[in-house]
């Protein structure tokens, strides 16, 4: 086996594709090297390495010592020097890179090289001891953290105190001789803290950091990492070691991070930031404030700033281009490292930049217009999911603001909360059902349980690329970073800004995209839908073959779900229809009748009542389907629950309280969810099938005649298992058809189907299919009666399941394809071969989730049906099924 794969400019052995094998970091600058950019030459150690690392008890392959001594002299070849060369040492960098981009998770480690010896020679190479002396202590402080487990804030510490010593307060104020004695201390810090003296050999050095950078793949914030997005612990990490550039060596270096789109709203234009004399993660560090790259970014925000453009004008316009080919060779928006050594350009990192779903969108539709890409992948590049994040809420245009702080606005869209200042807590109140507002200095690694918690993220400190910048668009939450005016006191719990104090609990609402910190809770609106969103949703309608409606019973749903461009509604509840106001004393009295006469007064009630929320239906959806589901309650939900609504119903009714429970008491169930529910209502109590048959007939009939549309009516019995369930069903609404003909002159049309929720039904699809002319696979019922599962019991037991690989995810959100998908499947396949024509639909969660959606594509079902904000997802889904 091949262990290391070697890069230099315009020579490598790997390449883009190998990313498995390389990790991205590696498998990217290999394809940067080899399209003849300025890479520093350096070599990856493969994610193979790491597997075998872990499989055999930390210990490396035979072989790779060769191979990594071998390519350590071919840097040393084109670099111009080694290791401890006395003239000018050569010094590397030891940096992770896995598979997936896990920002920050791992760890690298830079200068490596460097020793008491090497130092001065490198102060002489380069005639600044101040210089070298600075990344000598960076190095001790990195290696000794990362390497041998000294905490990093005791460096941080004694560097503090140093300053303070001399009265200074910024790092760039030390002069060589102040970071001679940080060395010193940190050297005995190391002493203290790690009981060996630090390694002064390079060759130890670089085998310490290696092994280190694989053990790193373990380390907690980057197992959480991994939880939260997904990544198999299988791949690992690959570790790239590379000839150190220096952007810190004098007024002509430089160092930045750049993307080749605005990463926040997709616009096309270059964007980042650099510091002059810096090295690396100064930059994301926060400690000095990064410049903008270009002058239309310098100018747009107010203070003293110096563009990249305006300061080093050749190396910009060298920039500009590498950013420019990187992008069109990689066909995507790029995220990249660089720096400038002395004047001249290095590049250190490229790839796909983490973005906004604003952003996703906008530069998916722009690439597909550029010609860059075509529509197909424009629409691959849009997570479907994503889309929710467009359809919530930012702060109203109109809304007072009372802005206490301004920062940058990192990450769009507007959070309130009350504000937390830990991570834990923020995971705490949380899961108790409490908005918070995460309130810190800067977020680290460690922090993001708290920021995936909180509904927003609001740092003191910290750039446009900062940690919380970037994390918090990659989870899509608001963010506002860099709210300088804010003083935070961890330990009071509190933060004071402009004069005011607030303390943990306070209610802030932040604005990611005007980096607005806004006291209290401000007025949010509605999304635009309009813009891209509109283009790529039409680019998807156009290739989708799944249909996609709404389940919706209120008009505010119904006229959401045309907004989201539902076409019908595959399910409405009546039975949601029956909470509101005085409605449900009426409910009521239909269910505790104790005989048809009874039965019928209560209907009688609810009738017009019914007939007009049918008719908005009808109306807002004039020229779609829809499909209304017959009574489905279960039953419990209904009853009175105390003696006032008990009585309340009595009265109504002019029933005897005492009589009315002794009923009450006879209809509760053990087991409603496999009670006297669905289907059984209407075959025991016929006369509420006649009423809601009635009420939606005459609803569609006035309906029509306002929007000039015949209504498309669909009537579903639930919770069928054999035909004859559906038979008696079918004609009671034949009859109730006749019956409204006679009397108005019209004669209704609308089609009668049934769900398919239990999997004897599912069975019996040939047989149920002539009686029906569609069916509706309710998967939310399918998958409790299938796996045996209450979905609101399974709370209990369900979390451990998917832990422990029983099951691959929650069925109830992500549908179980062996299991209830073998079903749908076969219901479908049953029942097309006994009815060709007849329409198959999905109603449940299941239809406004990707992975369900692409299954249904699949097994050819005809439409999803899902809640109204799921409807651009399932759309979006449907057509990334099909490609
Ligand atoms: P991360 O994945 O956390 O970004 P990196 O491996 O990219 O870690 O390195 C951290 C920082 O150090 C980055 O700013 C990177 O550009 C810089 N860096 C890494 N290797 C070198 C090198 N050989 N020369 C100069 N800077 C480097
Ligand atoms: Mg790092
Ligand atoms: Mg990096």
């Not at 973005?355 to 424009?378: F, P, Q, S």
């Not at 509706?776 to 399974?794: E, M, V």
């Amino acid at each position: 086996t091949k262990w290391v794969y070697r890069f230099s400019a315009g020579r490598s052995e790997g390449s883009a594709a190998m990313r498995d094998l390389l990790g991205g970091k590696g498998a990217n600058l290999a394809e940067m090297a080899a399209l003849g950019l300025p890479v520093p030459p350096g070599f990856t150690i493969t994610t193979e390495v790491c597997a075998h690392f872990y499989a055999n008890g930390h210990a490396f392959p035979k072989g790779l010592e060769a191979e990594v001594d071998a390519a350590m002299e071919e840097i040393g070849r084109i670099a111009g020097h080694a290791f401890n060369d006395p003239k000018w040492p050569l010094l590397v960098s030891v940096r992770s890179g896995a598979r997936a981009s896990m920002p920050g998770m791992m760890d690298t480690v830079l200068n490596l090289g460097l020793n008491d010896k090497t130092v001065e020679a490198l102060a002489r190479y380069s005639g600044d001891a101040r210089f070298a002396w600075d990344c000598y202590r960076r190095f001790i402080e990195m290696y000794s953290s990362v390497v041998l487990g000294v905490e990093h804030h005791i460096f941080e510490e004694a560097l503090e105190e140093i300053k303070e010593a001399k009265g200074l307060t910024l790092d760039t104020q030390l002069c060589a001789d102040d970071w001679r004695a940080a060395v010193a201390r940190f050297k005995a810090i190391v002493e203290a803290n790690a009981g060996v003296s630090f390694p002064q050999e390079p060759r130890a050095q670089l085998w310490g950091a290696i092994r280190a950078v694989f053990a790193s793949w373990m380390n907690h914030r980057a197992i959480v990492y991994r939880h939260l997005h997904n990544i198999p612990e299988s791949w690992g990490t690959a570790v790239n070691v590379q000839a150190m550039v220096f952007g810190n060596m004098d007024a002509n270096s430089a160092t930045g991070v750049a993307f080749t789109r605005n990463p926040s709203t997709g616009v096309k234009e270059l964007y980042g930031e650099y510091l002059i004399n810096a090295q690396g993660e100064d930059v994301v560090a926060g400690l000095r404030t990064p410049q903008p790259l270009t002058e239309v970014a310098s100018r747009a925000s107010p203070g003293e700033k110096i563009s990249l453009e305006a300061a080093m004008p050749k190396i910009f316009a060298e920039f500009t281009q590498v950013a420019d080919k990187l992008e069109r060779h990689y066909r995507d928006m790029q995220d990249m490292e660089f720096t400038v050594e002395r004047g001249k350009l290095w590049m250190l990192q490229t790839r796909n930049g983490k973005r906004t779903a604003r952003a996703a969108l906008k530069l998916a539709v722009d690439m597909a217009n550029e010609g860059l890409i075509t529509r197909e992948e424009a629409l691959l590049r849009v997570e479907p999911t994503s889309l929710d994040q467009l359809l919530h809420p930012t702060i109203d245009p109109a809304a007072k603001r009372d802005i206490l702080a301004t920062g940058l606005p990192a990450s769009p869209g507007a959070a309130f909360g009350e504000i937390v200042f830990n991570p834990e807590e923020a995971e705490t109140l949380a899961a108790s059902g409490r908005k918070v507002i995460l309130v810190r200095t800067e977020t680290s690694p460690e922090d993001i349980h708290g920021m995936h918690a909180a509904e927003g993220i609001l740092t003191a400190r910290g750039g446009m690329t900062s940690h919380a910048a970037v994390v918090a668009r990659g989870m899509g939450k608001p963010c506002v970073t860099g709210a300088g005016a804010l003083r935070i006191d961890y330990e009071d719990q509190s933060f004071t800004v402009a004069g005011k104090r607030f303390v943990k609990g306070d209610k802030l609402t932040i604005d990611g995209s005007a980096g607005h910190v806004i006291f209290g809770e401000v007025k949010m609106q509605r999304p635009e839908l309009t813009g891209e969103f509109a283009v790529l949703m039409g680019w998807a309608d156009k290739i989708r073959r799944l249909k996609v409606r709404a389940n919706a019973e209120t008009p505010a749903d119904a006229r959401a779900a045309r907004r989201f461009g539902a076409e019908g509604i595959g399910l409405a509840r009546t039975e949601h229809m029956f909470f509101e106001g005085e409605r449900i004393v009426a409910v009521r009295e239909m269910i505790l009748a104790d005989d048809a006469e009874g039965r019928r007064a209560a209907l009688a009630k609810l009738l017009p009542i019914q007939r007009e929320d049918f008719k908005h239906l009808f109306e807002i959806m004039a020229g779609l389907p829809v499909t209304i589901r017959l009574l489905d309650p279960p039953l419990h939900e209904f009853l009175p629950h105390n003696d006032t609504e008990l009585a309340a119903v009595a009265r109504a009714m002019g029933a005897d309280p005492v009589k009315l429970r002794r009923r009450a008491l006879q209809l509760s169930e053990f087991n409603p969810m496999l009670g006297f529910r669905g289907v059984r209502l209407a075959v025991v109590f016929p006369e509420i099938v006649d009423m809601q048959a009635r009420a939606i007939f005459e609803a569609a009939i006035e309906a029509s005649l306002s929007t000039g549309e015949p209504a498309r009516i669909e009537i579903m019995a639930p919770l069928v298992f054999a035909r004859a369930e559906l038979d008696l069903v079918k004609a009671r609404i034949e009859a109730m058809a006749a019956l409204v003909e006679q009397e108005t002159g019209v004669r209704p049309r609308f089609e009668v189907g049934t769900m398919i929720e239990l999997p004897r039904a599912a069975l019996r699809a040939d047989e149920i299919a002539p009686s029906a002319d569609f069916f509706s696979f309710g998967t939310n019922d399918l998958t409790q009666t299938t796996l045996g599962i209450s979905r609101d019991d399974a709370g209990s037991f369900l979390g451990a399941y998917v832990e422990q690989g029983v099951l691959p995810h929650d069925p109830f959100v992500s549908i179980d394809q062996e299991g209830v998908g073998e079903l749908v499947a076969l219901g479908c396949q049953r029942a097309r071969a006994a009815r060709p024509d007849i329409a198959l639909g999905v109603c449940g969660e299941h239809g406004g989730d990707p992975a369900s959606v692409a299954f249904f594509e699949t097994i050819g079902i005809d439409y999803v049906s899902c809640s109204p904000f799921r409807v651009p997802i399932a759309r979006l889904a449907a057509a990334q099924a099909v490609l």
